[in-house]
């Protein structure tokens, strides 16, 4: 089953950007090499994606590399270049930089491993930067002093490390998205220790309470799931909407649990004592919240991806505030933090991705373009001292944002 699962994962990445079911694939050399190692995902796809760049190419086949793939080396460079001329990038919006009175600078490095697709970040209590290899099976830690890279190897093969957090002792943790597992990572020994999730699926996003339990979502299984790691026993809810799709999760001041329900336009919350769930509708049936911040008033903000806006919701009375994204309808916003209870995004779907800044009290606006493209960034992080972090899939880097304060 995990070999099939990883040669579905490698289709699904090098067929992203082809026709769907139906349709012809362009004519010209190397067509072949396209059918004969997409003929197995025509069944995953469901439209015509947006394509890559030349570099972006490069980087979805060695990804696929990674899971196995059986590329003959000699057909890849052929394969690239049909893959680059017949679907190249289009139809991104450009990314917009509206100038303010931040002033950033952009530190970043290229990870170890070609076609990691760093999914997750996370800045270290110790001042480290850690992030997922989703499609490297690694955890990678850098040390941003020096530029060193550490890379450690996971146990369960193909477990697609997605989400990351830090325990009270300096352990990592991380959910295996396509390995149905919840891992712990000893840095200090290496060791791995895994927990398989009661039911297969696909863990998410991680979060720890104020009592040390580990919480996270699982997607497609529509699933909430409780962790103690004095036990190892795991607990899953399911949210009270079908096919809500929980996603990213951030908690407030109280101790309460919110993720947002990708599969639905909803914010949904679960009290770790009673283990109650509500839910938070938003007022435009097209939304689509993906990642999620609250900050210190326990507002809650959040991406909303399919619309291209960002969103305030204040739990107690139910508002929604709104407002579009800068690069517009398209710029899927995607990861998202507070940052001193000002708003930090990345829109995900311009050319380039860029860094927003919302400042709540202004309501204004300033963005930057992400040196390098960027590239999905889908999680973000915050460091000790009140940096941004970003992990960039196709750009195979991490970057870290630092904001110049008086």
């Avoid at 952009?106 to 001042?127: I, Y």
């Avoid at 499609?135 to 997605?162: C, I, M, Y």
């Avoid at 909407?241 to 599969?263: C, D, H, Q, W």
Wanted: net charge neutral.
């Amino acid at each position: 089953m995990l070999k099939k699962a990883s040669a579905a994962l490698a289709a699904a990445l090098l067929c992203s950007a082809l026709p769907a079911t139906g349709q012809q694939l362009p004519d010209g050399p190397g067509k072949e090499l396209a059918q004969a190692n997409c003929n197995i995902c025509h069944a995953l796809l469901s439209r015509v994606g947006s394509g890559y760049t030349a570099d972006g190419w490069k980087t979805v086949l060695r990804m696929m590399l990674n899971q196995g793939a059986q590329v003959p080396p000699d057909q890849i460079e052929p394969l690239r270049e049909y893959l680059t001329r017949s679907f190249p990038e289009k139809g991104k919006p450009a990314g917009i930089v509206i100038p303010g009175p931040i002033e950033v600078s952009f530190q970043e490095w290229h990870v170890p491993t070609p076609g990691s697709r760093p999914h997750d970040p996370l800045a270290a209590t110790d001042g480290s930067l850690w992030y997922t290899g989703q499609l490297a099976n690694v955890l990678g830690r850098l040390d941003p002093a020096t530029g060193k890279f550490t890379e450690f190897q996971l146990k369960t093969p193909h477990s697609g490390p997605h989400g990351l957090q830090e325990d009270r002792d300096g352990n990592i943790w991380y959910t295996g998205n396509s390995g149905s597992l919840i891992g712990k990572l000893d840095p200090k020994s290496g060791t791995v220790t895994e927990y398989p999730t009661p039911e297969p699926g696909d863990p998410h996003t991680l979060i720890f309470d104020r009592n040390g339990i580990l919480w996270f979502t699982m997607q497609n299984l529509n699933r909430i799931g409780r962790l103690d790691p004095k036990t190892g026993e795991i607990k899953l809810l399911t949210p009270p909407t079908v096919n809500s799709r929980p996603y990213g999760m951030a908690l407030n001041s109280k101790g309460a649990i919110f993720f947002v329900e990708f599969g639905t336009n909803q914010v949904g919350s679960i009290d770790p004592s009673t283990l109650e769930f509500r839910e938070f509708k938003l007022p435009n049936a097209a939304s689509r919240p993906r990642r999620i911040a609250i900050t210190s008033d326990d507002i809650v903000w959040y991406s909303d991806y399919s619309r291209g806006y960002l969103g305030r919701l204040d739990p107690v009375t139910g508002k929604v505030t709104e407002w579009p994204s800068p690069s517009g309808p398209k710029s899927e916003p995607y990861g998202i933090s507070a940052i001193n209870d000002i708003i930090w995004y990345s829109e995900s779907g311009s050319t380039p991705n860029t860094v927003v800044r919302f400042d709540p009290r202004s309501e204004k606006f300033q963005s930057w373009a992400i040196p390098g493209g960027g590239n999905i960034v889908r999680n973000t992080s915050v460091t000790r001292d009140g940096n941004f972090v970003l992990a960039n899939s196709l750009m195979n880097d991490i970057s870290l944002v630092r904001i110049k304060r008086d």
